[in-house]
Nanobody, 129 residues
Framework: VQLQASGGGLVQAGDSLRLSCVAS????????VAWFRQTPGEEREFLTS?????????????NVADSVKGRFTISRDPAKNTVYLQMNSLKVEDTALYYC??????????????????WGQGTQVTVSS
């Protein structure tokens, strides 16, 4: 599967932003999906993940990092073969390069970058004060 992330930009603290990750080549429901972010000199930070779906549905078990719990939400639209990251109440410290990732038949318990085989190219999110 190939992943293409988009939707990043420059926003102000407190704003909302939705990132998209369009998959091609295979149904995204066959993959556990996740969002990570990275700042210069740091390792990729897990944000949230969604279980693969054997029924091809949009829902499934999710996992959310404490650092973004209550603010970030992952979702999936099988018809558009797209995964989203809804980010609310953005903070300056959310500034980073955001990546979507996929793992074949992966579960939401996968929270490390090495557990994901496929990656989008990254989209920059910058939050100003």
């Amino acid at each position: 599967v190939q992943l293409q992330a988009s939707g990043g930009g420059l926003v102000q603290a407190g704003d909302s932003l939705r990132l998209s990750c369009v998959a091609s080549g295979h149904p995204i429901t066959l993959y556990g999906v996740a969002w990570f972010r990275q700042t210069p000199g740091e390792e990729r930070e897990f944000l949230t993940s969604l279980n693969w779906s054997n029924s091809g549905s949009s829902g499934g078990s999710t996992n959310v990092a404490d650092s973004v719990k209550g603010r970030f939400t992952i979702s999936r639209d099988p018809a558009k073969n797209t995964v989203y990251l809804q980010m609310n109440s953005l903070k300056v410290e959310d500034t980073a390069l955001y990546y979507c990732a996929a793992s074949y038949r992966g579960t939401s318990s996968r929270t490390t970058a090495t557990e994901y085989e496929y990656w989008g190219q990254g989209t920059q999110v910058t939050v100003s004060s």
